[in-house]
């Protein structure tokens, strides 16, 4: 899952990218409101955390620039404490939710985490498909109830997957949603990345799809 911070403070902004790093999210880092712009409009992001008080371009004008012009991307906007009219301002302009400065990280984590999950459709934290199971909050994964150890880039690869189960996810989608915009798009990391699950998983769980990409495979229902 690919994420955009927006938010000039870069203290602030190091910290959370740090949180979410840890989690297995990929993170773009925009340190003003015209390049938060940009980036919100020219690249997939899964969620976006943006600040309000930004230089070039404020928040406020950053969200409802996308909005009007059809980013549907969910939105969690950053509010000065005291600032109430902003959250009011931020979430009539579109914004998803909303947190007031200073926040505690495991807020900002548990927050970001719920937005993908519900614009995903899914109001549980975790993902069963067939005989596995990810738990998003804790990334672990187990098979048949057995732990599996993934790296996570690995994780991060299989969470999408499950995320969309079901539907074919082409190499494009993946590398816009794993890496980061310096990531080098030509390599063949996603085909290496994909070998090694099946070693982890069994080669039955991600299927190829030639010029599609890769599917998880859902279980086929029991037919009584
Ligand atoms: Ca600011």
């Known amino acids: 899952m690919r994420v955009l911070i927006v938010e000039d403070n870069i203290e602030i902004a190091r910290q959370i990218q740090a949180v979410l790093l840890e ?3 990929v993170v773009d880092l925009a340190q003003d409101g015209r390049e938060g712009k940009f980036l ?5 992001y899964d969620a976006v955390i943006l600040d309000l008080g930004l230089p070039q371009l404020d928040g406020l004008s950053v969200l409802r620039q996308w909005r009007q012009d059809g980013h549907t991307m969910p939105v969690l906007i950053l509010t000065a404490r005291d600032a109430w009219t902003d959250k009011v301002d931020g979430l009539n302009a579109g914004a998803d939710d909303y947190l007031v400065k200073p926040f505690v990280m495991a807020e900002l984590l548990a927050r970001i985490n719920a937005l993908v999950r519900r614009t995903q459709g899914r109001a549980s934290a975790t993902i069963v498909v067939g005989d596995m199971q990810l738990d998003t909050v804790t990334q672990s994964v187990s098979l048949a109830g057995s732990p599996v150890r993934l790296t996570a880039m690995e994780y991060g690869l299989l969470a999408y ?7 074919p996810v082409s ?3 993946l590398t816009e949603h794993l890496y980061d915009q310096d990531f080098d798009r030509d390599s063949n990391t996603l085909e290496v990345l994909v070998a090694r699950l099946r070693k982890k998983l069994g080669d ?3 299927e190829t799809l030639r010029g ?3 599917r998880l495979v859902l279980p086929i229902p029991n037919v009584a």
């Open 161 to 167: 997957l499950a995320h969309h189960a079901g539907r």
């Open 23 to 25: 989690h297995s999210y």
């Open 212 to 214: 599609q990409g890769y």
């Open 204 to 206: 039955d769980k991600i």
């Open 40 to 44: 919100g409009e020219s690249e997939p």
């Open 171 to 173: 190499k494009t989608e």
